[in-house]
């Protein structure tokens, strides 16, 4: 039982090209989160949801742009992909509870070309 | 200053050997704590949170000194399999953000 699933796992695509990630958890977690990961290791926030309501909002190019259909799922859409973007990105869950813990899917790696 | 900081590594050590992280942050108003583990090319997973008074689970220790604003985490009888990146990650309360630290990376040595 996987609790935060995210597809496709690998991404190879063009530049220019406008592709998307999905993101699923299954925890009843009432937040949801996109980090970027690049080639330096470094874990950076980009979006945060909670109950499909936009609360976090990092300095992000609006070419990336991130929809909550319900609290358990958060996409993340990116328009005319540039080479800069190849990182790996993670779907997070977490519920503001005493434990706070923050649980994470298995990446998407993205590559442009 | 970075909001966290920790000693990128590599920390190389022989198997059995003791190993200590420290991780520091800026913000006074932190108020949860966290030890991650990332593995090659996998996502980060939470090793353990950080208590006020300290906490064990097994082989690894975390302590937590406010006053100077920082986070440790101690391996003991370190395993091959121990060999990770560690993440320090700190919240503040009321918050929804996760800040995290650029990890340290433990490699054990046969």
């Known amino acids: 039982d996987t609790a935060v699933s995210q597809t496709p796992k690998y991404l190879v695509t063009q530049m220019g090209n406008d592709k998307s990630i999905k993101c699923e958890q299954n925890?009843?977690?009432?937040?949801m989160y996109w980090y970027k990961q690049d080639s330096k290791k470094f874990l950076k926030i980009m979006f945060s949801?909670?109950?499909?309501?936009?609360?976090i909002n990092e300095t992000v190019p609006n070419r990336f742009s991130p929809k909550s259909p319900d609290k358990a799922h958060l996409n993340l859409h990116i328009n005319s992909l540039e080479l800069g973007d190849s990182a790996v990105y993670f779907c997070?869950?977490?519920?503001?509870?005493?434990?706070?813990?923050?649980?994470f899917g298995p990446g998407t790696r993205l590559t442009v070309l | 200053r970075k909001e966290v900081e920790q000693d990128p590594g590599p920390f190389n050590v022989p198997e059995g050997a003791t190993v200590a992280f420290n991780c520091t942050y800026s913000?006074?108003?932190?108020?949860?704590f966290f030890w991650y583990r990332q593995d090659c090319r996998k996502e980060p997973k939470l090793l353990m949170s950080?208590?006020?008074s300290g906490n064990e689970d097994g082989r690894f220790t975390a302590q937590l000194n406010r006053a100077s604003q920082y986070i440790s985490l101690l391996i003991r009888d370190s395993k091959l399999s121990d060999s990770a990146t560690y993440l320090c990650?700190?919240?503040?309360?009321?918050?929804?953000?996760?800040?995290f630290g650029t990890g340290t990376r433990l490699k054990v040595l046969a």
């Open positions: 990650v700190v919240k503040t309360s009321g918050t929804y953000k996760y800040i």
């Open positions: 913000n006074s108003a932190s108020q949860s």
């Open positions: 997070a869950s977490s519920q503001m509870t005493a434990s706070d813990e923050q649980f």
């Open positions: 925890l009843g977690h009432d937040t």
């Open positions: 950080v208590y006020s």
């Open positions: 949801y909670n109950n499909k309501e936009l609360i």
